[in-house]
């Protein structure tokens, strides 16, 4: 469990940036990198891979058959989980009565369909939601995560795709949200090693109703032991870019080093940032 704890903590961190301003000083791409903090692709991963740890949570504790007992970990606190073992369909159900872990409070119903155990290739998990509330923000859509590795020997493997990808406030504004991602997970005798590498590309419409595309461009690396140690919680290398409208924004986090410093290039125009590595649905 402390391995997935580390690895699960890298994965939250490896999506954001979105911004909305056309100045070309470093003033004005300072300030649309604040913004982006708590802007769509941020929001939206950061959400989506909460999300997987109840899955993995879920799936750990459902029972071979019937319903069990309250869900015991942190991440399904409130939640009552049953299996289909027939149908293979587990179905974890949060009363929005109290505050799981984080101080989030969650409601309505998640459905995973899943074949195996994680880590055996070719096993996959689906999930879906019903009526489905992360604090006062609706989640809705599919993410699916198949694990393509070549073998139970080799590096672990997973695409994971996130179609028809929605959250939407309570003020009625919404971050719609498409991804595919494969995410390569290089495990060392000690989990403060292991290492995690990331490709892929997403798209959506932000929360200001602009579309966007994210692509990585050079796969992004993350570092068990700087997120351990506290001394960075995003890529220590990698480079992402970001389209919308006629705007380039370029995002290079460095040659390995454990910080949360990148470079943040808007058409042109370059400055160095430290960044808030944590999405937030930011309600108002």
């Known amino acids: 469990m402390k391995r997935v704890r580390i690895i699960a903590a890298t994965l939250i961190a490896f999506s954001f940036i979105a911004c909305n301003e056309e100045d070309l ?9 604040t913004e982006a903090d708590i802007s769509s692709e941020q929001s939206a991963d950061a959400t989506y891979e909460e999300i997987d740890d109840i899955v993995e949570e879920g799936i750990l504790i ?35 009565t109290c505050e799981g872990a984080g101080g989030h409070v969650k409601s309505g119903k998640v459905i995973i369909t899943c074949n195996d155990r994680r880590y055996i290739p070719g096993s996959f998990r689906s999930v879906t939601f019903e009526d489905f509330f992360f604090d006062d923000v609706q989640v809705e859509g599919t993410r699916t995560i198949t694990n393509i590795s070549e073998s139970i020997e080799s590096a672990i493997v997973f695409n994971i795709k996130t179609e028809g990808g929605k959250l939407t406030f309570p003020d009625g504004t919404f971050i719609s949200r498409e991804a595919d991602h494969t995410r390569t997970w290089e495990r060392a005798t000690s989990p403060l090693n292991d290492v995690v590498r990331l490709i892929g590309n997403a798209s959506g ?74 999405g937030h649905r930011n309600r108002r």
């Open 205 to 278: 419409v932000r929360r200001d109703g602009v579309a966007y595309t994210s692509d990585i461009t050079t796969e992004l690396v993350f570092q068990a032991s700087c997120i351990a140690s506290g001394t960075a919680r995003i890529p220590v290398s990698g480079v992402k870019e970001l389209n919308w409208n006629d705007n380039s924004l370029i995002v290079d986090f460095g040659d390995g080093t454990c910080d949360n410093l990148a470079s943040f290039t808007l058409n042109g125009v370059t400055v160095e940032k430290e960044v808030n590595p944590r």
């Open 62 to 96: 459902a029972p071979d058959n019937g319903r069990s007992e309250m869900g015991r970990g942190e991440s399904l606190r409130c939640a009552e989980v049953s299996h289909d073992e027939e149908n293979k369909i587990i179905e974890i159900v949060f009363d929005g």
């Open 25 to 33: 000083n470093e003033e004005s791409i300072d300030a649309q990198v």
